[in-house]
């Protein structure tokens, strides 16, 4: 059964500070992981990865994925108080397109 | 670009109702849609893959008679709750995947959600 694990399940930093998240995973013929940002409502798309070690910025944020070692981090520089959210990690296999969804990061940025 | 609409938002209803929700893609098409729920800070439980013109794809332990999807157009998706009951209650997300680029990209939009309170 395929599988993602996020970590950790939450943290609360002080803005300026800079956090990374840590995605593993066990997909069957994996293709690719991707990253999401859950505020209130919907998860929106931040980034999506399908190779190693190529580095993908936007922003204050970026993300990298390591295949051998199956997993991704994702990090936030210079964090505000808007980057507080639920990140959420997925990743997609060759089973009906479907996507994997970690259990997600809960980040609290304080003021 | 890539805007998923779902409609309605919200919903309260009394048990043994069933409640329609809709997905839109609104600016492409979307041969693949996927339903979601979500229960208070937990992740997402994918519940079914919506296949335009064929029948949707259930999860191990999703019962397709109570959770009824509809996939009638490549912009549309419908999921019909029967027979509502208070255990039902939660958030409800939707998906899709832009059929022209679908080949090449797992990356799923997703629509803001409708939250189920049944009484």
């Known amino acids: 059964e395929d599988k993602v694990v996020q970590s950790p399940l939450s943290l609360v930093v002080h803005e300026g500070d800079t956090v990374t998240l840590n995605c593993s995973y066990e997909?069957?013929?994996?293709?690719?992981l991707l990253w999401y940002k859950q505020e209130k409502k919907a998860p929106t798309f931040l980034f999506m990865l399908?190779?190693?070690?190529i580095e993908k910025k936007s922003g204050r944020l970026s993300s990298i994925l390591d295949k051998k070692e199956l997993f991704s981090i994702l990090n936030i520089t210079a964090t505000q108080t808007g980057d507080s959210a639920v990140y959420l990690c997925a990743a997609g296999g060759s089973a009906g397109n479907k996507l994997t969804f970690g259990g997600g990061t809960r980040v609290l940025v304080k003021p | 670009g890539a805007v998923v609409s779902q409609h309605p938002s919200r919903v309260i209803c009394k048990s043994g109702t069933s409640v329609k929700i809709e997905c839109r893609s609104l600016d492409f098409q979307a041969t693949t849609m996927f339903w979601y729920r979500q229960f208070p800070k937990q992740s997402l439980m994918l519940m079914a893959t919506s296949n335009e013109g064929s029948k949707a794809t259930y999860e191990q332990g999703v019962e397709k008679d109570k959770f009824l999807i509809n996939h009638a157009s490549l912009t549309l998706s419908t999921l019909t709750v029967t027979s509502a009951h208070p255990e039902d209650s939660s958030f409800y997300i939707c998906s899709a995947r832009d059929f022209i680029t679908s080949g090449t990209t797992d990356t799923q939009y997703f629509g803001p959600g409708t939250r189920l309170t049944v009484l």
């Open positions: 399908t190779s190693s070690g």
């Open positions: 997909v069957t013929n994996f293709r690719s």
